[in-house]
């Protein structure tokens, strides 16, 4: 399984910006994607989830209500739509799935990841 994600830039605090995470390979041994990120001098966190069969979601706290995941499983591919962006959100955010249909927030968990892309939030 190959994952490749897209869509970071530079964003004001307060904007939007969406991330893409194409998925291709043996893409039928994959059941949950999640993104995550990981920001300069922490741990990589999980940051939403999503099953690739019926479509139930995972949000951390601090991006629910602003951040949506989704899927397009014709396109192979997970979405994360994240508005009212804030400072904190700055990070370089990954792509990963796992080939169990259960959320978990352990990086470890996840056996394919795709390359991370940079999200920026500037005042």
């Known amino acids: 399984v190959q994952l490749q994600a897209s869509g970071g830039g530079l964003v004001q605090a307060g904007g939007s910006l969406g991330l893409s995470c194409a998925a291709s390979?043996?893409?039928?041994?994959?059941?949950?994607i999640g993104w995550f990120r990981q920001a300069p001098g922490k741990e990589r966190e999980i940051v939403a989830a999503i099953s690739w069969s019926s479509g139930r979601t995972y949000y951390q706290d601090s991006v629910k209500g602003r951040f949506t995941i989704s899927r397009d499983n014709a396109k192979n591919t997970v979405y994360l739509q994240m508005n009212s962006l804030r400072l904190e959100d700055t990070a370089v955010y990954y792509c990963?799935?796992?080939?169990?249909?259960?959320?978990?927030?352990?990086?470890?968990?996840?056996?394919?990841w795709g390359q991370g892309t940079q999200v920026t939030v500037s005042s």
């Open positions: 990963a799935a796992r080939s169990r249909d259960m959320v978990v927030a352990s990086t470890d968990e996840y056996r394919y």
């Open positions: 390979g043996r893409t039928f041994s994959i059941y949950t």
